[in-house]
């Protein structure tokens, strides 16, 4: 059953609130297909449409984005960061970092410390907020987001 236009809103935000909340915690692709009342390819479909990107790579960078939080404003180990945003195993941290920031985290907390401030956002402000709600549910007509070239579909991590 494919869920009206109507619908998608309430749908997504109920995924992102679960994301957001639980990020930290092993996450199934089943369990948010259940939280948000929908199947493995309408979850896909709708995170491709309203924030363009797949979901692990949404998960993936919300993880990131947190540990770089924490190796800014503490003096944690990587490893233990790791931990805390649910990539407990330090070799897939670290690779994910690295795709994510084009550093590895070490050096990420090094140059901020030098510089004062992320060496991938001179300004200031971080392009892919994500904290903020896409635009596409806001209810206005917006350009959809390109799904990522590549074609392939990413796997939630176990």
Same mark, same amino acid.
């Given at each position: =059953?494919?869920?009206?236009?109507? %619908? #998608?809103?309430?749908?997504? *935000? $109920?995924?992102?609130?679960? /994301?957001?909340? %639980?990020?930290? #915690?092993?996450?199934? +692709?089943?369990?948010?297909? #259940? ?7 309408? /979850? ?7 924030? %363009? ?10 993880? +990131?984005?947190?540990?770089? =939080?924490?190796?800014? #404003? ?6 233990? +960061?790791?931990?805390?945003? %649910? ?7 670290? $690779?994910?970092? $690295?795709?994510?920031?084009?550093? *590895?985290? *070490? ?29 596409? /549910?806001?209810?206005? $007509? ?13 796997? =939630?991590?176990?």
């Amino acid at each position: =059953m494919r869920p009206t236009a109507e %619908g #998608e809103p309430a749908q997504l *935000t $109920r995924v992102l609130d679960y /994301l957001h909340k %639980g990020f930290h #915690e092993p996450i199934r +692709i089943a369990t948010l297909c #259940e939280v948000g009342n929908l199947s493995a390819r309408s /979850l896909h479909r709708l995170f491709v449409k309203h924030v %363009g990107e797949s979901v692990s790579d949404y998960l993936c960078r919300l993880r +990131i984005g947190r540990a770089c =939080m924490r190796l800014v #404003e503490s003096d944690a180990t990587v490893s233990m +960061i790791a931990y805390e945003v %649910g990539l407990a195993n330090l070799a897939n941290f670290n $690779r994910h970092f $690295r795709r994510v920031r084009h550093t *590895t985290p *070490t050096a990420y907390r090094e140059s901020v410390k030098q510089l004062g401030r992320d060496v991938d956002d001179p300004g200031g402000a971080d392009p892919q907020n994500l904290s903020e709600r896409p635009k596409s /549910l806001d209810g206005r $007509r917006h350009s959809r987001f390109k799904a990522p070239s590549n074609g392939s579909v990413s796997q =939630m991590p176990n």
